[in-house]
């Protein structure tokens, strides 16, 4: 199994920079792809930013040019950053950490963190 742990979070003023972390741990898997999603209170889970295995990168439009999405690998573990830049109250919101990974022969598993909560004060 994979299990996902997030952890940076926090409180940070408008134009203010966070970055988040999420290592996946586990055994017998591949990882095809991970990324960030965030729901705002009243909102629909969205979309933040994907990165492959080949490191192709993939950005919501409201957050291009300001969050950068980069994943490292050691042994075992992969962990997905997100850097975010010149952060603004709209993109106050729990983020999610997502990864869709490859489990002996079964594709297309998901698993998703616990969230995170990212709050931006105006």
């Known amino acids: 199994q994979v299990q996902l742990v997030e952890s940076g979070g926090g409180l940070v003023q408008a134009g203010g920079s966070l970055r988040l972390s999420c290592a996946a741990s586990?055994?017998?898997?591949?990882?095809?792809?991970m990324g960030w999603y965030r729901q705002a209170p009243g909102k629909k889970r969205e979309l933040v930013a994907t990165?492959?295995?080949?490191?192709?990168?993939?950005?919501a439009d409201s957050v291009k040019g300001r969050f950068i999405i980069s994943i490292s690998r050691d042994n075992a573990k992969n962990t997905v950053y997100l850097r975010m830049n010149s952060l603004k109250p709209e993109d106050t919101a729990n983020y999610y950490c997502?990864?869709?990974?490859?489990?002996?022969?079964?594709?297309?598993?998901?698993?998703w963190g616990q969230g995170t909560l990212v709050t931006v004060s105006s």
């Open positions: 990165i492959t295995s080949g490191s192709s990168t993939n950005y």
């Open positions: 586990g055994s017998g898997f591949s990882i095809n792809s």
């Open positions: 997502n990864a869709n990974f490859a489990y002996r022969s079964i594709q297309d598993l998901e698993v």
